[in-house]
């Protein structure tokens, strides 16, 4: 700890989290300032913050990790709340294919890049599927410029459902397969549980949803409260027939997307997530980070680095020509399609750290601290690049002719 964490460390908690919550309060404006997404800022500041550098906040602090968990929940939770549906709905055939292909390439790539560098199967396996999911971080530059309703947009939002749902199936299934060795049956058996919670957390449990719904009425204090309710139930559901939280807050997320859209509730809750949970979350990652070690595996490592970074990159950009060309978009939408799908944010990050804290019976983690700083490296680089790119590519299809409407190319 530094001569100045030692002095910080004599500050009453309270005083202590004054400091936390005042820095984090200047990351939105810094992160404007440098044109960086704010999750970086957050990650940011946990590092300063954290146990190898300033020490304001101890290692393993129970408070903190439970904030943590809470904003990763719910993170997963507006993934899934954001999702329009009806999008999917109106471009399906088209969103699916595309989402197999934006699911396929990265995945592909991942697990090459983790068989070359010496990682098992499995382990290789979720480094793929870390891949193959995307964060729509770049969706308001889409909106701001008027280009949201494009088809080639609609078909990326669409395929977001699918590239989530499968990235955390395969997540399910290596862990389990990490636990407790491969077995065939077994993993059918996971992925028979994931399906049918799948099927009653988003279709069965609408029902009773909508019934409470009406009985709330107008009491958003309790439709809030009742929010993360669901929230926290659908996690502890999912971790007991051994499937991760974040499964479970992300399958609640679509279940109550139509129910709360448009409600204060909803609306609170999201203030609330994203100015205290989901930067906690992102904070307490931060603490997670060696900067030594982040060097060491930057100046060893930085094959590995170059090989998840470019394979990323190149694999979203190939999935997307491939289907823009086939369907006849122009380059300007299909750069749009390939850079609102490079960011890996959100269920990137989540899955990375439920990877890093399985270990197996032996003690060996799923994945080490090595592919830990590469995943972080990767969150940074493409949650930059990516929406930098959307901008561009917004702003020339703007600048051409107005947007195209969604039915135009519907089903």
Not at 41 to 48: D, K, M
Not at 145 to 165: C, E, I, S
Not at 276 to 295: E, K, S
């Amino acid at each position: 700890m530094t001569g100045l964490g030692h002095l910080v460390a004599d500050v009453p908690p309270v005083g202590r989290f004054a400091l936390i919550m005042a820095m984090a309060a200047l990351v939105p404006f810094g992160a404007r300032v440098c044109r960086v997404p704010a999750c970086v800022g957050y990650i940011l500041v946990g590092v300063l913050i954290g146990p190898h550098l300033l020490g304001l906040v101890p290692p393993h602090d129970e408070i903190a990790d439970f904030l943590s968990d809470l904003g990763k929940l719910l993170l997963m939770f507006f993934v899934g709340l954001e999702i329009d549906l009806m999008q999917f709905a109106a471009q399906k055939t088209r969103a699916a294919i595309f989402g197999v292909l934006t699911f396929a390439f990265p995945m592909a790539a991942g697990t090459a890049a983790g068989l070359a560098f010496g990682y098992g199967t499995i382990s290789a396996i979720l480094i793929g599927s870390l891949l193959a999911s995307h964060t729509l971080i770049g969706f308001p530059i889409v909106e701001h410029t008027g280009q949201a309703a494009r088809p080639a947009v609609v078909v990326t939002v669409g395929a977001t459902v699918l590239t989530d749902m499968l990235s955390l199936l395969v997540l399910a299934a290596c862990l389990a397969a990490h636990r407790s060795g491969f077995d065939p049956v077994g993993l059918i058996v996971q992925v028979a549980e994931l399906a049918a919670f799948a099927v009653i957390v988003v279709f069965v449990l609408t029902i009773p949803g909508r019934r409470l719904d009406k009985l709330l009425g107008r009491n958003e204090e309790a439709r809030f409260a009742v929010l993360l309710v669901i929230v926290c139930l659908a996690a502890t559901v999912a971790e007991a027939i051994q499937l991760e939280g974040i499964i479970g807050a992300f399958l609640a997320g679509l279940a109550v997307n139509r129910v709360t859209h448009g409600t204060e509730a909803r609306h609170r809750l999201a203030f609330f997530g994203h100015v205290l949970f989901i930067p906690a979350f992102f904070v307490v990652t931060g603490f997670l980070i060696d900067m030594a070690a982040m060097g060491r595996t930057l100046a060893t490592g930085l094959p590995l680095v170059v090989a998840i970074v470019g394979g990323l990159i190149a694999s979203k950009w190939v999935a997307a020509e491939i289907a823009g060309r086939v369907w006849k978009f122009g380059a300007g939408d299909r750069g749009l399609m390939a850079s609102l799908t490079i960011p890996q944010v959100a269920a990137t990050l989540a899955s990375a750290l439920v990877g890093y804290d399985a270990v197996n019976a032996a003690g060996v983690r799923l994945l080490d601290q090595r592919m830990l700083n590469t995943v972080l490296v990767l969150v940074v680089v493409t949650s930059v690049f990516g929406p930098v790119m959307t901008e561009i590519y917004a702003k020339r299809l703007a600048g051409r002719h107005a947007p195209a409407p969604a039915g135009a190319a519907a089903e």
